[in-house]
């Protein structure tokens, strides 16, 4: 087989940018591991940034979400039992942010992809990169066990394959740059069958522990608490996770959380990590693959949208101009995004996780880091605007909107 990017990885970064190359007459193929049932299915981010919610759009992938995903213009912040509001939209003069699962964007993706005559192969085998230090870059793979191997030959690959991936890998040890930090905490999260509990995302700051009221549908609700990273969820009864939601959120005016059956529960540890740098000879990472961070600025999924962004324009220059500069400066752009991502979902962590290795004068300083950002316009603002979603270099798709 031949194509002109070969994609390992179904997530929302392989799919989004075979989505885009399709859209910039730009031939891929994309491998996934998983089965397109399992990536259909796997419950992961709800928050989505304006500028993903516009690439959606304007992309011609945003019918559903338009009409099931919930506009949110702010959310709460809570600490010493006080809830402050933050109201987003004012404060960056008219953005909001979109409650959409993942695997919802999955499935628009996937079935677009597909209505495009895309290639997906699910649930492949033994996934190998080769000669990516040259010209003609190769990926081979089995679709099943102890079938034949299959080659695809392509002018380049890339790694959408989420942080386990082969591709990272691929970066040569003396060439390849990671940064990583590992919290004390992790996020127990849940899915619930019961009413929305409060119009807007609520994150908790409590002597406890964090706590975080986020939703699905009008009957399935998604909330996460902060717990230890190694705890076992045979340890978490459906009682004692709404008690300890309700110790952490609930406040002294007399608002009270909805509980009900829970349908899904497990517990994810938190990092931040970020690999330098994003390409290597005819491999370029996006994603998962490049970076994590903790899910406390609801990041991940929108920075691989942003860099998939870059990569489509660095891709589409090659291609349409003969430009082989830009694709050359991918990295650089998508780090300086990703960078400022990492600070501001490291903040967030931060300030509302509870660190009990923390002395009494370091809670004293979070605690007012939590005054001082809920008193001041100033703060509320930059929280609002990194919140949101910053600007992405090279970013506009006004060259797509044309196509759609
Ligand atoms: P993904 O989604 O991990 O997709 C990678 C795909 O590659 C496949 N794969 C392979 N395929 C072929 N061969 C191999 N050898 C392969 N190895 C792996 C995998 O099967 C998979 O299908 O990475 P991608 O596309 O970079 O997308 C990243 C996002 O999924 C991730 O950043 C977000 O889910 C993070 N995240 C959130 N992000 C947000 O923007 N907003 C949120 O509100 C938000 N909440 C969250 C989150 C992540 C969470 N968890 C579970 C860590 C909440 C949680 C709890
Ligand atoms: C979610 O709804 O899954 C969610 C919301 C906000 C976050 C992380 C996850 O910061």
């Known amino acids: 087989m031949k194509t002109q990017v070969a994609i390992i990885g179904a997530g929302p970064a392989g799919l989004m940018l075979s989505h885009l190359l399709h859209l910039e007459g730009i031939d891929s193929i994309i491998v996934e ?40 213009h702010g959310i709460e912040l809570q600490y010493n039992g006080i809830r402050h509001r933050v109201n987003m939209y004012e404060l960056t003069e008219g953005k909001t ?5 993942q695997h919802e964007i999955i499935k628009d993706l996937v079935a677009r992809r597909l209505k495009d005559q ?28 102890n079938s034949e191997l299959l080659e695809i030959t392509c002018d380049f690959i890339a790694g959408c394959d989420g942080y386990h991936g082969p591709s990272r ?19 127990l999260g849940i899915l619930a069958k019961t009413p929305i509990a409060n119009p807007e995302l609520i994150y908790a700051n409590h002597d ?39 110790t952490r959120v609930e406040t002294k005016d007399g608002w009270t959380l909805p509980d009900g059956p829970i349908i899904q529960k497990n517990i994810v540890s938190m990092r931040s990590f970020v690999c330098e740098p994003m390409q290597y000879g ?12 903790p899910p406390t600025g609801a990041k991940g999924l929108n920075l691989a949208m942003s860099d998939v962004q870059v990569l489509t324009k660095g891709v589409a220059a090659f291609y349409h101009c003969g430009d082989k500069d830009k694709m050359q400066r991918y990295s650089d752009i998508a780090l300086r995004r990703v960078w400022k991502a990492q600070r ?11 660190n009990h290795n923390h002395s009494p004068f370091e809670r004293g300083i979070q605690v ?21 979603g910053l600007p992405i270099e090279w970013g506009s798709m006004e060259a797509l909107h044309s196509q759609v």
Not at 344 to 354: E, K
């Open 208 to 246: 406890r522990g964090f706590a975080l009221i986020s939703t699905r549908t009008p009957q399935i609700q998604r909330h996460y608490l902060q717990v230890d990273p190694n705890d076992d969820i045979a340890n978490w009864s459906d009682d004692r996770i709404w008690s300890e939601l309700k």
């Open 118 to 145: 895309g290639t997906i192969y699910f649930n492949v085998r033994d996934v190998s990169l080769h000669n990516i230090n040259t010209d003609t870059p190769k990926i081979q793979f089995r679709k099943e066990e």
């Open 368 to 388: 007012s880091e939590l005054a001082y950002v809920t008193s001041s316009r100033a703060a509320l603002t930059s929280l609002s605007e990194n919140y949101t």
């Open 169 to 187: 890998k691929m970066i040569p040890d003396e060439i390849r740059n990671e940064k990583k930090q590992i919290y004390p905490f992790g996020w």
């Open 33 to 72: 591991c998983r089965t397109r049932e399992e990536i259909e299915g796997t419950i992961r981010a709800g928050v989505l940034e304006q500028g993903t919610v516009d690439l959606m759009n304007a992309t011609g992938v945003g019918t559903r979400m338009m009409r099931e995903g919930h506009v949110h």
């Open 282 to 293: 005819r491999l370029f990472i996006a994603g998962d693959a490049a970076h994590i961070v």
């Open 97 to 101: 942010i979109m409650v959409y699962p």
């Open 344 to 354: 501001f979902s490291w903040w967030m962590t931060t300030m509302l996780h509870r």
